[in-house]
């Protein structure tokens, strides 16, 4: 088996099933050439249903789209490099089913970078059922491709996920909503992923030569969104906000440490309105870092330790990024500031 694979691939992801299958119809309409479909699904993806609600609507299947089938990686990577060598195709697609591990299927811890080169990334979003999902607390238990682990993830967190390492977002459905509501919620999707290019069903067909115009660079895609993100929405003030439609972002950077018991407290009493976090919390006493994502209720805090953790690239001890609806940065503030410790703590740059 060679270990180069020039054929494009384009990765298609998305909740709803049988809008990716529209999508992947319209590829094969309106780019002609000869593709081989290949949809990927983890046989070990175990679904829970949250008391409260509300609940994820798994859309049925009517009808057999793809070619082939892979419920593990060897699987997957087989077929590419099968599909390859015939030398009669032009392009692969590969659809995931929605509960299927998507950041340990695309990248290698490791080795710090891709499996497989992914050459476009297209995430497929239901207008109608966006804010029901990501707002829905049922999970998914997927365990990583060398089941060497289980992962829990909530649906909203499936669904931030895989569109913030999505190079296009393709909405469908979006006629069935009134026109604020649609720039709402292109203007959500802009401020999770403005490195993306957004188009809707309706104008697909005057889009399609610019799926995946977007060049992401060879590190790992989450921690360059966020850097991306903090610089496109930095405040010309303070408390300043960015936003509009209601949705808005605000940005809180500190040179003091955080408690982590403190953080903890503060996520689980969010002020009113916040909708997505990302964070980086790095403690020089102890040289432990703590990474923090927010969706809707859910909340996840990675830690590292020495010898495993990296210096952090930002200026600041203690940084948030906060997408939300009509958000009150002064709260915010004020609730961040006693989770700090009282010493300032100037983390010196290293060139």
């Known amino acids: 088996m060679t270990d180069t694979f020039t054929l494009p691939i384009t990765l298609v992801t998305g909740m709803d099933e049988q809008e990716k299958i529209s999508l992947i119809k319209q590829l094969n309409r309106y780019k002609v050439n000869t593709k081989k479909v290949i949809q990927f699904r983890d046989p070990n993806s175990i679904y829970q249903y949250d008391a409260e609600g509300p609940h994820f609507q798994k859309t049925p299947v009517t009808e057999v789209f793809h070619d082939m089938e892979a419920t593990s990686y060897d699987e997957l990577m087989a077929l590419l490099y099968h599909i390859q060598s015939q030398n009669d195709v032009d392009e692969i697609i590969v659809t995931k089913a929605y509960g299927s591990n998507l950041d340990l299927l695309l990248y290698d811890t490791q080795k710090g970078g891709p499996f497989f080169q992914i050459t476009h990334h297209i995430h497929v979003i239901d207008a109608v059922n966006f804010w029901f999902q990501y707002s829905s607390k049922d999970t998914v238990?997927?365990?990583s491709i060398f089941h060497a682990e289980t992962v829990d993830h909530t649906i909203g967190e499936l669904l931030v996920l895989q569109l913030e390492l999505a190079d296009s977002l393709y909405i469908s459905n979006e006629h069935r909503l009134n026109e604020e509501?649609?720039?709402?919620l292109i203007w959500f999707l802009k401020k999770l992923n403005p490195l993306a290019n957004i188009m809707t069903h309706a104008n697909f067909?005057?889009?399609?030569?610019?799926?995946?115009?977007?060049?992401?660079?060879?590190?790992?895609?989450?921690d360059y969104l966020y850097r991306h993100q903090l610089q496109a929405f930095k405040p010309k003030s303070p408390l300043a906000l960015v936003g509009d439609y209601g949705i808005e972002t605000f940005i809180y950077q500190s040179n003091s440490p955080a408690s982590l018991s403190q953080l903890k407290a503060f996520f689980s009493h969010l002020p009113d309105g916040i909708l997505r976090t990302k964070g980086v919390c790095y403690t020089p006493f102890t040289h432990e870092s703590h990474t923090i994502s927010q969706v809707g209720a859910s909340v996840e805090i990675m830690s590292e330790e020495p010898p495993y953790v990296k210096?952090?690239?930002?200026?600041?001890?203690?940084?948030?990024l906060f997408i939300g609806q009509h958000l009150n940065p002064q709260s915010i503030r004020e609730k961040?500031?006693?989770?700090l410790s009282d010493v300032s703590y100037p983390l010196t740059k290293e060139h």
Do not use: M, V
């Open 141 to 143: 238990q997927t365990k």
């Open 205 to 222: 067909n005057k889009h399609t030569t610019s799926i995946g115009d977007t060049i992401w660079p060879e590190e790992h895609k989450a």
């Open 311 to 320: 210096r952090p690239t930002s200026e600041y001890l203690t940084e948030f």
């Open 181 to 184: 509501r649609l720039s709402e």
């Open 336 to 339: 961040l500031d006693t989770c």
